[in-house]
């Protein structure tokens, strides 16, 4: 079975003050890796999607890179417009291999 | 581009009544998808679809759950008979044939069942 774990759960962070998000998976031929941010009471916006291990994708201060276990989305000098929720998802070979499987998330938090 | 439409936004209905939710992908997508999102879990795959056929129901719970997509107009998920549990945020995501730009999501519909 596809499993993502995302951590932390939560992250607080002063303006201006880098960190990395992390997103373990565990899949059977990873098709594809995707971050996606969630703000309060919308749906998921697309950031990034990654399919092989060493391939890194920038946009704005965030930027987003995969090994073969684990996806990293690194925020440099975040602001406060950045609090959001963040998710992983991983596409893999099951079902219709359309289907996404979701993290967790996690909850970040910028203070001006 | 108006993305992805879904209606309505708030949905109330009391235990053993049918809730009915709306989606409307985006303009050239041929691909839906619904997800459900409990209070504090993550987001879970339904269903997959495209015009007139279910792909991929896999996520799909056996009994009161059905999903279409016809021809003309949007897709629609129903829940017949909805019990408490049913309350959750119901989200449809929408892609071309090529997923390289992932798939675009719509704002969602928050059930309650009273």
């Known amino acids: 079975e596809d499993q993502v774990t995302q951590s932390p759960e939560a992250l607080r962070l002063q303006e201006g003050e880098s960190s990395s998000l992390n997103c373990s998976y565990t899949?059977?031929?990873?098709?594809?890796l995707f971050w996606y941010r969630q703000d309060p009471g919308k749906g998921p916006e697309f950031l990034f999607t990654?399919?092989?291990a060493g391939e890194e994708k920038e946009k704005e201060r965030l930027k987003a890179t995969l090994t073969k276990k684990e996806s990293f989305l690194h925020i440099t000098a975040p602001k406060p417009e950045d609090s959001a929720t963040y998710l992983c998802?991983?596409?893999?070979?099951?079902?219709?291999?359309?289907?996404?499987?979701f993290g967790s998330g996690t909850q970040l938090t910028v203070l001006p | 581009n108006a993305g992805v439409m879904q209606n309505p936004r708030h949905l109330v209905r009391r235990r053993g009544q049918e809730a009915r939710l709306r989606c409307s992908p985006m303009?050239?997508?041929?691909?839906v998808y619904w997800y459900r999102q409990l209070p504090e879990e993550g987001l879970k795959f339904m269903v997959y679809?495209?015009?007139?056929?279910?792909?991929?129901e896999s996520g799909m719970p056996k009994e009161r759950f059905s999903a279409e997509f016809p021809k003309e107009g949007p897709s629609i998920l129903r829940i017949q008979q909805v019990v408490r549990g049913d309350s959750a945020a119901y989200f449809c995501?929408?892609?071309?044939?090529?997923?390289?730009?992932?798939?675009?999501f719509g704002s969602g519909t928050r059930l309650t069942v009273v």
């Open positions: 990654l399919y092989s």
């Open positions: 899949v059977s031929g990873l098709r594809g």
């Open positions: 303009k050239g997508h041929s691909h």
């Open positions: 679809l495209q015009k007139e056929n279910i792909i991929d």
């Open positions: 995501a929408s892609s071309p044939s090529d997923t390289n730009y992932g798939y675009t």
């Open positions: 998802a991983v596409q893999a070979p099951s079902g219709s291999a359309r289907q996404l499987t």
